[in-house]
């Protein structure tokens, strides 16, 4: 590898780097194995098939091209060290050259890491709260678990308010339906409030195989604004009641579940609860230790498309969010009345607290070498996430990656800084 240049221009590095065509082939290898699964080949097993076949089958250009990412990621990675850059960020990578035979030329444009002035630490106040579980907590696990196990019975009369129904259900506005509204065998517990309110009632009382047609308005505050607040017409047919039996809290209850006995089981609860209160609580206060720090400390300019960067890392975890909740993000964004790039600018103050926060503990991790992160750490996290993909081979390669073992040993190093961090501030000062 050749790094042909480099210029820093306000606080912003620009690198050349070039690797030669005689580092290409292990990165090639791995590129055939992988474009072998999705282009199988007789005689060889997916994702085994060897370079020289691959390069027969798909030429050497595909190939070489799938390889780019692997080699701009590690020479890239490894000219930072080499210079001993100090960068912070991904970098915007452009690639100059990159034809079979001839070396791998690209451009990496990065920020340099600002400097950072940590604040003494006995300046950060922490509140002092005493974590408790109240009986009425525990109770409500305790009922939880008993919905969790409770029975269903199919039975033949008309649904009572604590039973379950399996209906069809079509939802119109207009006479027009519903995006998402129509659906069939759907179960609906009549003890819970549905997201559209009163639902539940009105399917109390029901006959199996009876059709009842009804009005109810939709949340004002619904992320569809087509339906927020508006009377809503419902069709729905009752094809099954169930009837749901919960088990008493008792002792027999506890013993299903591993315990001696009920007092047994509530206190195991109390435990868990406790357990996560604690967890909130390190949460609450590591968030509080690093805005209070970030407040105090003192940063050089910090770099626009580093904050360019998070904004936008911001909306795609909002946009994440909305998805796993079933929404759609241009609905979403209709109901707060914003654009992307609206949203985009509303998100950049945060965003650049959140580039401090990240500046700020690589500085920290940076001055105190006990918080590097050994190998035998980095070996134990992946050996440990193997395990939860064990049924996934593509999932085991990249963990072993150098790119994810960067990853794994990044995560380490801020959890190791983090608890350090709070060490020094939680110390009893001397009276």
């Not at 306000?10 to 290409?24: A, M, Q, R």
């Not at 055939?32 to 999705?38: F, G, M, N, P, V």
């Not at 069939?184 to 047609?213: Q, R, S, W």
Request: no cysteine; net charge negative; charged share 30%.
């Amino acid at each position: 590898m050749k790094i042909r240049s480099s210029e820093i221009k306000k606080g912003v590095l620009t690198l050349t780097i070039e690797v030669p065509s005689e580092d290409h082939q292990v990165y090639l290898d791995r590129s055939a194995k992988e474009l072998s699964k999705d282009h199988p080949v007789a005689g060889f097993r997916p994702g085994n098939a060897p370079y020289d076949v691959m390069v027969t089958m798909l030429g050497a250009q595909p190939l070489l091209e799938h390889a780019a990412e692997a080699m701009v990621a590690r020479s890239y990675s490894d000219a930072v060290m080499q210079e001993k850059f100090e960068t912070i960020g991904s970098p915007k990578v452009q690639i100059e050259m990159m034809a079979p035979g001839n070396p791998l030329v690209y451009t990496a444009t990065v920020s340099l890491l600002p400097e950072v002035t940590v604040a003494d630490f006995s300046q950060v106040k922490l509140d002092q709260k005493t974590l408790a579980v109240e009986e009425a907590e525990v109770d409500k696990v305790l009922e939880d678990l008993r919905e969790m196990v409770s029975t269903e019975a199919s039975v033949d009369r008309a649904s009572g308010p604590n039973d379950a129904v399996l209906v069809d259900l079509a939802i119109t506005l207009g006479g027009v339906p519903v995006d998402g509204g129509s659906v069939k065998d759907h179960k609906i517990f009549l003890d819970k409030e549905y997201y559209v309110p009163g639902l539940n009632k009105e399917l109390a009382g029901m006959e199996v195989g009876a059709t009842k047609i009804f009005q109810l308005p939709f949340p004002s505050e619904h992320y569809q604004k087509n339906l927020a607040g508006k009377m809503v017409d419902f069709t729905v047919t009752t094809k099954q009641v169930l009837e749901r039996t919960k088990p008493a809290a008792d002792d027999a209850l506890a013993q299903k579940i591993g315990q001696k006995d009920l007092a047994s089981l509530r206190e195991l609860l109390k435990g868990n609860l406790l357990i996560d209160k604690q967890r909130e609580l390190n949460d609450h206060e590591e968030r509080a230790m690093i805005d209070q720090l970030v407040t105090l400390s003192r940063f050089s300019d910090i770099p626009e498309d580093l904050v360019t960067q998070e904004a936008w890392r911001m909306m795609e975890e909002v946009e994440e969010r909305v998805r796993k909740e079933g929404g759609e993000f241009n609905a979403y964004l209709d109901s707060l009345k914003k654009t992307r790039d609206e949203l985009y600018i509303d998100f950049a103050p945060k965003a650049v607290e959140r580039v401090k926060a990240a500046l700020l503990l690589r500085s920290i991790a940076l001055d105190h070498p006990e918080l590097e992160v050994t190998e035998v750490e980095v070996d134990r996290a992946v050996e440990e996430a193997k395990k939860q993909y064990k049924q996934d081979e593509e999932m085991n390669d990249r963990l072993t990656s150098p790119e994810m073992r960067d990853h794994a040993r990044s995560l380490l190093r801020n959890r190791k800084t983090l608890e350090w961090m709070k060490l020094q501030v939680t110390a009893k000062k001397p009276e």
